[in-house]
């Protein structure tokens, strides 16, 4: 975006409703690891994208390698050298995450891999065993075949697949054993009650054992038996069992001690822990977590002090690195929050899905699909479409007055809409949010792949996203206020790494307050998300508070915020948005996903939002490809966005241009 961005309207000052204790902010071994680490992540994902796209690499899981007998000042090498010299940021990150008897790693073996912990150094499809190793849990030849000059290997499609099958059998293989090894060393008792001795069967009490006095031969040998013992250290049955209940008891109360002091320092006032106790209630997880934390405190300690039970803080959004975005790398030691963290992209992913997991009323986990399988998936989705029904066509849609093609792209149908939110009411507030990354404005090319590994990428014959994104807000925003008689238009926010207010768009307005839009950037949706949220709330300050941590909180009366997302892929922190709306009630949002023709990464993408609208009733989505019906488009979007089955009929008077009215 360009140097004319506006700022984000600013939430009120909260001086005066908060008290100087609750200013004061909480730390823990997490979040202090996690401030070191947020101090060059971003830097360093930025360094590995260009790296890796200087090089012709699009997975982003493979590493670019140089192989030699010596270190050079090449530009993979000075890559390399930067991880070394961030494996103190990695332990120290590795020391707060771990639970107890785990092991740290890493993958900067820069000379003999011989002796290290690593579980992922012998999955090895290299022409060169003993090359170095990349993030994504492969040696440099482990993925490469013959070097395209010298020292420079090329991604080998088959060596590639190969390793990656290799090591999500290793990712399922070591969750299960980490899993069971963090329940086994929960307490075995309960550590919120009186903690009893142990009791022997007979009934005495091996905490303080008596001597058996009903005769004195006994007495004697036992006293012998004693003096030899102790002269030799050697303890009695019972001493070590005491020893044992000692130790237990210690345990259980050292744990205990440190849960209710994360928790009074997180959550210091009544207010507080009425705000969190809303949010579980919200997200739907009360009593599991309150299950969590009476039977499993250990792992129940961990997820609190990484957040897990509460809203996300708000200052997050607009951070270029949070706790929420930092990646997860099991080849490389970067490790995640969970025991079962291997497999996830992202810190943001990983708390997504145990958050689905463990609401009340899911049967069966729900399991992230791993890359391979998730391709399948999408490829099996894009065989599913078929020609748009012809009663949608229009010769005034974008693709065909630019003259992309000689007809429609096929299409994957939207299932027969079904409301599972409440209908708008008049009261309900439209807005629109513009995803404005540079992606857009580029000319729609999709994936060429030889087995799982892409090698290229190919133009297909259809409007830039911006064009197809113009030409669907025009329609929408033309509908909805025939629909709700709303001259004055709606708010659009456009976003990419940051947010900027628009204006309000109508039918008068339109082409001048998308005159304003500039393109470029990264794809942040929880920018614009924040300043959406500050905008709605603003308008409705006087039934709403805002927290200084979490940020806007909605009261009753609210009204309600119904939003029209447009996205043409997935942004960096999709899984942090969805997680903040499946604790909204105040909030329906329907996402548009723009896709290319014939691109699987699309139809991954959206099989995701699939997902998400299938276990959060506020959220629902419609998906386009390639050379797009904008009638059909714009018609499922409403039934959405309004929360019924607009008609035909109905639709065809919707979408006709607004009556000129003088502003």
Sequence with gaps: MGSDKKSNPAPPSYEATVDAPRRRPHTNAVIAAGNLRSRDEQDMQNHLQKLQF??????????PEHDTDWICSCPIHIYKQRK???LPVQNEWSKAVMYPGEKSYHDCYQYSP???SNPYQFISAYT???GFRGSGGFSATSVYGVSGFYGVSRPDPYNYTRALEKTLRLNTDLNRAAQRAVDQKEPKVNIWAPIQPEVSPSGKDTGSPLPDSSSNEKSAKSSKLSGL????SIKSSEERAAERTAKAVAHAEGLRNEILHEENGRWPDESWRRLVAEYQEHVGMTRKIADLRARCPLQYLHLLRAGYFEPIPVDWANLASNPLKFSIEAASGWR?????????????????????????GVTGPRMKPDPISAMQLARARMASAVEPPPAYFSPDDTCNVQHKSDGYSKQVMPAPFRPFDAPEVPSDDTMILLDVSGSMNFDPVRPMYQQALITGYERSPQPKNKDLAKAIIRRFTDAMINHDHNSTGYQLVTFDDQAEYIGFVNHQSFEQTWRQIRFGGRTRVMTG????KNLHFQKHSESAFYHPVYGWQAGPETPKLRLLLLLDGEASDMDEFELDLLSLSWVHVTIFLIGVDGCPHHHRHANELQRI?????????VDAQGNTPERFVTHELLKRHLGYDVSMSEFVELEQPPAYTEL
């Design 84 to 86: 070394m010299n961030r």
């Design 114 to 116: 011989m002796f290290s």
């Design 128 to 130: 060169n065993p003993g």
């Design 54 to 63: 200087d090089m012709g690499i699009f997975n982003s899981d493979i590493e």
């Design 229 to 232: 013992r102790r002269a030799f």
């Design 529 to 532: 998300w924040q300043l959406v």
């Design 613 to 621: 609208s299938e276990v959060n009733p506020h959220v629902s989505f």
């Design 336 to 360: 995640g929050i969970t025991p079962a963290w291997r497999g996830y992209e992202d810190t943001a992913e990983e708390r997504l899905y145990w958050v689905l997991n463990h609401r009340e």
